[in-house]
């Protein structure tokens, strides 16, 4: 044992089809504890297949995945589970239960995981996790109520309610315009520095990528084609990095 | 061919499934409540609209052929017998299949293409279990119950339109209604129809708990939940009518 730190994600020749598609192949990339680490690419390119792979909603054909030291890959709904309560996941549409208040939709993941937590207590956490995002007055809104920045917003504050050490994030700015987008990043960078929490977002927002990630890795057609910071990857052979990355500037 | 045998294959799965994890805490039991609240309380006013009309209905047909033999203080045993034994059980499992089970398959499926189904298995929780075995039990369990509302209102129908063109009493007509009636006519086929309910849950939320095909997937789920629930109760049907008769060879007659 070297004591070094392990990587809070960890891709290793990980491969998935679909229908015969190569949706990934061979991709490999790591995420440092407490880094943002943003996942670009054009649609259909394997970005939010990442992100379920990560936490386990669907399995890889080939390779390993790793989240803090434990291989998601063959787990058992046991292992999944311990796995899972320390990921968040903002879904691109917040995924927000229809049928359940915006305060239900918070209540869920404490009432369900943490069953020993007081009523009180959860009421508490609801709210103070609803004020962080500016919701703090629309908890008995129904989801339909909301409008797209704040179904994205309470999307996060209920994907923070367990506070987990790594949050996954798709396409958290898609569908919005540009200053509820820039609200939604200042979220993210709040959350980020307050919890230190590790981020894999995936985007095809090249000006979130700059702003939020630390460093970035550009997929397409199943293949990670190029890692590192947004600068470093204007200097990218790719023409289409370059073209992604110009964007952001 | 092949397609249709994969998909009762399929469903029998599914049943399987379900039969195995409804057995295995946690029990579900306020996903159950609000699911019967949905698929039971919210269906009655359909239940007693249609029951009431079609009682009047049976009753204008009837009594004009019972009237040629002779038979027309018969008429209330008929209108008993007639939603007993299969008017009430069959007519309240199709508009079951046609509101919940279009709801059932509806709300799954659009809950597989926003995500909602994988937002709860990221929460650890076991959304076949939270989605899935509440809607069948929900509906085995109300089913019978707005059956025998159903027959309630049926007989109900039957007594106005009766009234209509006789002065007979109340009294008569309930002691005429329930004079040949046995338990063995009566409990089961109510209680069919808690295998009816089954069904309906089960094929709706196979087709949309399994969809895939995002928002498209919505409306085919809704309209085949309805289509295939409504064909297999009928089909079912026949197959307990004789498993009754079998077993209480008195209704037969």
Not at chain 1, 2 to 18: H, L, M, Q, T, Y
Not at chain 1, 97 to 110: G, K, M, T
Not at chain 1, 137 to 142: A, I, L, N, Q, S
């Amino acid at each position: 044992m070297n004591g070094a730190i392990p990587p809070a994600i960890a891709f290793r020749e990980v491969s998935r089809s679909f229908g015969g598609r190569a949706v990934l192949n061979n991709v490999s990339f790591q995420v440092a504890p407490g880094e943002a680490f943003c996942l670009l690419g054009r649609s259909g390119m394997g970005k939010s297949v990442t992100l379920k792979l990560t936490i386990g909603l669907i399995q890889p054909d080939a390779g390993a995945i790793c989240v803090e030291s434990d291989n998601v890959v063959g787990m058992d709904e046991d292992g999944l589970s311990k796995v899972r309560s320390r990921i968040g996941f903002l879904f691109q549409n917040a995924a927000l239960f229809d049928s359940f208040s915006l305060h239900d939709n918070l209540a869920v993941p404490l009432k369900r995981l943490r069953k020993q937590t007081p009523d009180a207590e959860i009421e508490t956490i609801v709210q103070k996790n609803l004020e962080d995002v500016g919701l703090g007055k629309e908890g008995r809104k129904m989801p339909a109520e909301l409008s797209g920045g704040m179904r994205k917003r309470a999307g996060l504050a209920r994907a923070l309610m367990l506070d987990p050490s790594i949050l996954l994030v798709d396409e958290p700015v898609s569908g919005l315009d540009r200053v509820t987008a820039s609200e939604i990043d200042d979220l993210l960078l709040r959350v980020r520095k307050r919890d230190n929490t590790t981020m894999l977002i995936v985007t095809h927002d090249t000006r979130e990528a700059r702003r939020v990630g630390d460093r970035v890795g550009v997929l397409d057609n199943g293949n990670l084609i190029a890692v590192g910071g947004i600068d470093e990857l204007a200097e990218n052979p790719s023409a289409l990095v370059r073209t992604l990355v110009s964007e952001a500037q | 061919m092949r397609r249709y045998l994969d998909f009762i294959g399929n469903v029998g799965l599914f049943a399987l499934r379900a039969a195995r994890r409804a057995l295995v805490p946690p029990f579900e039991f306020q996903m159950i409540l609000r699911q019967i609240e949905a698929a039971g309380w919210k269906s009655l006013p359909l239940v007693l609209s249609s029951g009431f009309a079609l009682g009047l209905v049976l009753a204008f047909h009837t009594r004009t052929t019972l009237v040629q033999f002779g038979a027309e203080s018969e008429m209330p045993a008929v209108q008993s017998l007639a939603f007993f034994n299969e008017i009430g059980p069959l007519l309240a499992g199709l508009l079951m299949a046609g509101r919940v089970g279009a709801g059932i398959g509806a709300e799954l499926a659009n809950m597989r293409a926003t995500e909602q189904i994988d937002a709860i298995e990221v929460l650890s929780i076991d959304s076949f279990k939270m989605l899935v075995i509440p809607r069948i039990i929900a509906c085995s369990i109300a089913l019978p119950v707005l059956t025998v509302i159903m027959d309630v209102v049926g007989l109900a129908g039957g007594y106005l339109a009766e009234r209509a063109t006789s002065d007979l009493s109340v009294q008569l007509y309930i002691s005429r209604a329930f004079h040949d009636v046995s338990w063995a006519a009566f409990v089961p086929p109510t209680l069919k129809t808690a295998i009816f309910g089954a069904v309906i849950g089960l094929i709706s939320s196979y087709l949309g708990y399994t969809t895939d095909e995002g928002a498209e997937g919505v409306g085919r789920a809704a309209t085949n939940s309805v289509v295939l629930s409504s064909l297999a109760i009928i089909l079912i049907d026949v197959v307990l009518v004789k498993a009754i008769f079998f077993l209480f060879p008195e209704t037969a007659i």
